[in-house]
């Protein structure tokens, strides 16, 4: 896997064996029409990975955003 090495980026993998399909082996291009990797993270995975980013930021808890959280409805 591949990114940015800013503290600022967090990566998230949806451990598919095609994954990553753009890397140095392809000049980084993809031939991917079907995003399953981005199809398979799930909101709640996405809205978690930001809170404990913002937590980590700013020192407040996610006491906020836990009254935000998606609902499955």
């Known amino acids: 896997m591949f990114g940015s090495l ?3 980026n967090h990566a998230m993998w949806a451990g598919l064996p ?4 753009v890397n140095a082996y392809n000049d980084r291009i ?3 029409r079907d995003n399953k990797c981005m199809q ?4 709640e995975e996405v809205f978690d990975v930001v809170c404990g980013a913002l937590e980590a ?3 407040h ?3 906020v955003a836990e009254d935000r959280r998606p609902s499955n409805d």
């Open 57 to 59: 930021r700013t020192g």
């Open 30 to 32: 993809s031939s991917c």
């Open 40 to 43: 398979h993270l799930s909101v």
């Open 18 to 21: 095609c994954s990553p399909c």
């Open 6 to 8: 800013s503290p600022r």
């Open 61 to 63: 808890s996610g006491a």
